[in-house]
Nanobody
Framework: QVHLVESGGGLVQAGGSLRLSCAAV????????VTWFRQTPGKEREFVGS????????VVTDSLKGRFTISRDSAKVTVFLQMNNLKPEDTALYSC???????????????????WGQGTQVTVSS
């Protein structure tokens, strides 16, 4: 089972950028798709975006399109979440989750994931 470690969070001013990383430990993402979620206290976990296990399909939830992008390195050990033009409402704990053979990621489909990371906090100041 792959273990996940997120990094790259921090404090940034509105309008700034951050790139989050989700690193695979123990094995690579060769057979895993990865989804990024975010959550703030008192709210439901929100689907941010996802990349299929082949890397051929990426999805970002509609409200974040144009600002957030997802990619994976060629070694298949790290999935990135690039966040641009950050807003205070993007403040949240961002977590990644991996699922074997994830083929058609969608924000409207609730899935059971094989592994979760511990999350990395993103705070955007106004």
């Amino acid at each position: 089972q792959v273990h996940l470690v997120e990094s790259g969070g921090g404090l940034v001013q509105a309008g700034g950028s951050l790139r989050l990383s989700c690193a695979a430990v123990g094995e690579t993402f060769t057979i895993y798709g990865v989804t990024w979620f975010r959550q703030t206290p008192g709210k439901e976990r929100e689907f941010v975006g996802s990349i299929s296990w082949t890397g051929g399909t990426t999805v970002v939830t509609d409200s974040l399109k144009g600002r957030f992008t997802i990619s994976r390195d060629s070694a298949k050990v790290t999935v990135f979440l690039q966040m641009n033009n950050l807003k205070p409402e993007d403040t949240a704990l961002y977590s990644c989750a991996a699922k074997k053979f994830l083929t058609s990621p969608s924000p409207s489909v609730r899935l059971t994931y094989d592994s979760w990371g511990q999350g990395t906090q993103v705070t955007v100041s106004s």
